[in-house]
């Protein structure tokens, strides 16, 4: 995953800036946020969303249950192919059928992701490694027959292009007297992959949000892989409430830190642009603020138009009717629509909601993603 300020990160929770609940700790929430647990995931902290409401949703229709981290799913007509991250396993869930095991991370212990449908033909992404360093990461397709191959091999691009290697993040200092701790100071993107989301289009192009990379890339039918676009850094402005709690010194107070900007999904929107979420590389639990967001992306010329900010944890998205966009925020614990003009309006609470897709009328989201017993649950829109 990409880097989120290690340095800034660990020293916010140290210094006690970071709200923490009860309750077993994970590894890390599936996103590069380490020490997350489910108890911590549901007390999240709240973004306003510019005092707009609908009334509320009734998510609590499962057509699916018992998934180990669903964070990305398909839905075609109203079967679903789920990524249970947490297992390592894409598995096919038909209405009212039994769920089927598609394939299974090689090697075993990787996660599953990026979930896209094409001519009943199902890719996705699947990475090995931990949250500092990545030894495999492939995007992979299964035809109807039942074949099974590597489309790109997406460290190796990585590993040669690296889109992100001249991006500066960290902290942005213009005063040479000041005496930037290690690990807050100006640093470039360093060699990450790890494909979170995937969309294919009509022409066979799969576009995949790497959460590593911070970019957005293109895989054509025959395997070539190119950047679309790498997103911009998240600025936040380091507060004097984190200079004094972390021991900092005062010369940063006022200074701009850029965090890393984590694509998590990517969508075909209605007018040919690409709709991307992201999550800043860096704590989202209220003690930066709350810097997810939703941008449109050019497929050919790369330019980035971002939609909506402010959001807490935007983990997918889905294309709705009339340009909307609905949002998982799973640190909200929510879902979202984000109107054509960048609205934000909240459509109900959801227990860590992290994959939404919209087919045929209805909204599904994934739930209680971090619990043991995940689902995913649809909604009639009406």
């Not at 860590?352 to 045929?360: I, K, L, R, T």
Request: charged letters at 15%.
């Amino acid at each position: 995953m990409a880097r989120w300020g290690k340095a800034l990160g660990a020293a916010l929770v140290a210094g006690g800036l970071v709200v923490a609940g009860g309750g077993p700790a994970s590894a890390h929430d599936g996103f590069g946020h380490p020490g997350t647990s489910s108890e911590e995931l549901a007390q999240r902290w709240r973004s306003g969303h510019h005092g707009l409401r609908l009334p509320a949703l009734d998510f609590t229709g499962a057509v699916a249950s018992g998934l180990a981290g669903p964070l990305v799913f398909e839905v075609d007509g109203r079967d679903l192919t789920v990524g249970q991250a947490f297992a390592g396993l894409l598995t096919a869930v038909p209405q009212g059928g039994t769920p089927t095991v598609l394939a299974a991370a090689d090697p075993p212990g990787g996660d599953v992701a990026a979930v896209s449908t094409w001519r009943g033909a199902v890719t996705w992404a699947e990475r090995t490694g931990d949250q500092t360093s990545v030894t495999s990461s492939l995007l992979k397709r299964r035809t109807p027959d039942g074949t099974v191959r590597t489309v790109a091999d997406l460290l190796a691009y990585e590993q040669a292009e690296n889109p992100d290697g001249d991006v500066t993040y960290g902290a942005q200092v213009t005063d040479p007297s000041c005496e930037v701790p290690e690990g807050f100071g100006p640093y470039t993107g360093v060699v990450d992959t790890h494909g979170y989301g995937s969309a294919t289009s009509r022409s066979g192009t799969t576009y995949v949000a790497d959460a590593g990379a911070n970019a957005v890339l293109a895989v054509d039918r025959s395997g070539a892989v190119r950047t679309v676009a790498v997103l911009p850094p998240v600025p936040w402005t380091i507060t004097a409430e984190v200079v004094a709690a972390l021991g900092l010194p005062e010369c940063l107070v006022g200074a701009t830190y850029l965090f890393e900007s984590v694509p998590t999904d990517v969508e075909l929107g209605h007018d040919g642009w690409l709709v991307v979420s992201t999550l800043p590389g860096g704590p989202e639990d209220g003690s930066t603020g709350s810097l997810g967001a939703v941008h449109r992306v050019h497929p050919r010329t790369g330019e980035v138009r971002t939609l909506a900010t402010a959001l807490s944890g935007a983990t997918n998205v889905a294309v709705g009717p009339l340009g909307s966009v609905f949002v998982a925020e799973l640190y909200a614990n929510e879902v979202s629509l984000v109107t054509p003009w960048g609205h934000v309006r909240s459509l109900g609470s959801v227990n860590q909601p992290a994959g939404v897709e919209w087919e045929d009328n209805r909204l599904y989201v994934s739930t209680d993603v971090f619990t043991e017993n995940g689902k995913v649950v649809a909604v009639r829109w009406r």
